[in-house]
């Protein structure tokens, strides 16, 4: 055969990989930044609502039609971890691909404005958050028994919510990194709204 042939033929073929792999980056990003991606939990924090190995659905379209809502549950980089902005990390958020930068899931309990107290029970030792000096009601919580004590370091309030942030908390209250260990979450950290369970199979369900 020609090497002419060959070479173009080789020619030909590095342009169609090369063209087919900066197709499905490009289709990565645009899922991932306007659809939604799929995610594992790691975790015990959202305890009995998700599970270690539970994997869901999350979905990024709301977010350009609708503010958070109170018990949504979201995905966000926390603030106490800094996001470098340099382009290949940024690139890595975007695609997925080998990114690194720790994202947590909690449920949002406080909303912009919102006054907020966590109070424990003289009577019997229950915890209740307060939302603007009423008991919000929680169905969803492990156990409103099972908390870890405010201290003095520790964001329990009273307190009122910054504009464009927001307080978040595992169900699981007594093994759950949250808001108030590190405060409010501001509004830009977000990543996605939880929706749906879609693996393992006897656990599918909607959020």
């Known amino acids: 055969m020609d090497k002419q042939i060959i070479k173009e033929k080789i020619k030909a073929f590095t342009k169609e990989t090369v063209e087919t792999a900066v197709f499905v980056v490009v289709m990565v990003i645009i899922i991932k930044f306007f659809l939604g991606e799929i995610r594992w939990i790691p975790s015990g924090s959202m305890h009995p609502t998700l599970v270690e190995k539970d994997r869901i659905v999350v979905e990024r379209v709301s977010r350009f039609y609708r503010e958070p809502q109170r018990g949504d549950i979201l ?5 106490m971890i800094k996001l470098e902005a340099t382009p290949i990390k940024i690139f890595k958020r975007l695609t997925g691909f080998f990114c690194n930068d720790i994202a947590f899931i909690k449920r949002v309990v406080g909303m912009p404005g919102d006054k907020i107290e966590i109070k424990k029970s003289k009577e019997d030792g229950a915890f209740t958050v307060y939302i603007n000096d009423k008991p919000l009601d929680e169905p969803y919580i492990k156990s409103k028994y099972d908390y870890n004590d405010c201290t003095q370091a520790m964001h329990c309030g009273p307190m009122i ?17 949250d808001s108030r260990y590190w405060g409010f979450l501001p509004k830009e950290r977000i990543i996605g709204r939880a929706i749906t369970i879609v693996w393992p199979f006897t656990r599918i369900k909607n959020l």
Do not use: C, K, L
Not at 75 to 79: A, C, E, K, N
Not at 161 to 177: A, H, K, L, T
């Open 75 to 79: 995905v966000f980089y926390p603030p």
């Open 161 to 177: 919510i910054p504009e464009g942030n927001y307080f978040m908390m595992g169900d699981n209250r007594g093994n759950s990194q």
